[in-house]
């Protein structure tokens, strides 16, 4: 089993790597994000470490770069913060497990064995906020179990929102990624079609997931008090 350690703190990776030697497995160890992010979509790793204050890339943005590449491999999240928005960003992103900390390294080796056991368990073809269901395979959208139809653009819309949720999108990045266009603020483009969006997959139902920035963008995430 071979386990990728990212970490910039000299002690804590050393000290992480040693045990995680010493318990029989494979470790390595990068000392920043772009290090790790680098070593992680090209080691072939069983499980990521990582740390979520890097230097040259953050953790999140490690994650959801791996996340984006469609690679499933657990991650387990390491932080000095323990605040509980961050541990439920980490999770949204795509974290299977979070520690604060500091902790005891049995502890972390039981969530290490703990996730190795239950390995791969994501499925990369679903995507998911509530109760909307994106299958990415079919190409197939419900929400609370009935199907709804969308055009492609529209689609690529809310893959979009749902593989970035909680994140504020700005209309720029949406034009850049959905319609492969330089953003131009003369044009209500985005704008109609967030509209035609909503209508199809949050006015009907509840909680409305797709919210409104104003001046910024769209975000979408799942309501903490519907
Ligand atoms: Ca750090």
Same mark, same amino acid.
Request: net charge negative; glycine share 6%; proline share 4%.
């Given at each position: 089993?071979?386990?990728?350690?990212?970490?910039?703190?000299?002690?804590?990776?050393?000290?992480?790597?040693?045990? !995680?030697?010493?318990?029989? +497995?494979?470790?390595?160890?990068?000392?920043?994000?772009?290090?790790?992010?680098? !070593?992680?979509?090209?080691?072939?790793?069983?499980?990521?470490?990582?740390?979520?204050?890097? @230097?040259?890339?953050?953790? /999140?943005?490690?994650?959801?770069? *791996?996340?984006?590449?469609?690679?499933?491999? @657990?991650?387990?999240?390491?932080?000095?913060?323990?605040?509980?928005?961050?541990?439920?960003?980490?999770?949204?992103?795509?974290?299977?497990?979070?520690? %604060?900390?500091?902790?005891? +390294?049995?502890?972390?080796?039981?969530?290490?064995?703990?996730?190795?056991?239950?390995?791969?368990?994501?499925?990369?073809?679903?995507?998911?906020?509530?109760?909307?269901?994106?299958?990415? !395979?079919?190409?197939? *959208?419900?929400?609370?179990?009935?199907?709804?139809?969308?055009?492609?653009?529209?689609?690529? !819309?809310?893959?979009?929102?749902?593989?970035?949720?909680?994140?504020?999108?700005?209309?720029?990045?949406?034009?850049?990624?959905? /319609?492969?266009?330089?953003?131009?603020?003369?044009?209500? *483009?985005?704008?109609?079609? %967030?509209?035609?969006?909503?209508?199809?997959?949050?006015? @009907? +139902?509840?909680?409305?997931?797709?919210?409104?920035?104003?001046?910024?963008?769209?975000?979408?995430? %799942?309501?903490?008090? @519907?």
């Amino acid at each position: 089993m071979k386990i990728l350690i990212v970490e910039d703190e000299p002690k804590t990776g050393d000290y992480l790597r040693k045990g !995680l030697v010493e318990a029989g +497995f494979v470790a390595d160890l990068a000392r920043d994000g772009l290090d790790g992010l680098h !070593l992680a979509l090209n080691g072939d790793y069983d499980l990521i470490v990582l740390d979520v204050m890097l @230097p040259s890339m953050d953790g /999140w943005d490690v994650l959801q770069t *791996v996340r984006q590449s469609g690679l499933t491999t @657990p991650v387990i999240f390491l932080t000095a913060r323990d605040r509980v928005e961050d541990k439920v960003r980490g999770l949204e992103l795509g974290a299977d497990d979070y520690l %604060v900390k500091p902790f005891a +390294f049995s502890e972390f080796l039981a969530r290490v064995r703990t996730l190795l056991r239950r390995g791969k368990s994501q499925d990369p073809q679903t995507l998911r906020a509530a109760d909307l269901e994106m299958d990415l !395979l079919r190409r197939r *959208v419900s929400r609370a179990n009935v199907r709804v139809d969308l055009t492609a653009k529209e689609f690529a !819309l809310l893959e979009l929102l749902l593989r970035r949720q909680g994140q504020v999108l700005p209309r720029s990045l949406i034009a850049s990624q959905v /319609w492969d266009m330089n953003f131009d603020s003369d044009t209500n *483009v985005i704008d109609v079609a %967030v509209r035609r969006l909503r209508a199809k997959v949050d006015e @009907p +139902f509840d909680p409305k997931l797709i919210r409104t920035v104003r001046g910024m963008g769209y975000v979408l995430e %799942v309501p903490e008090h @519907p």
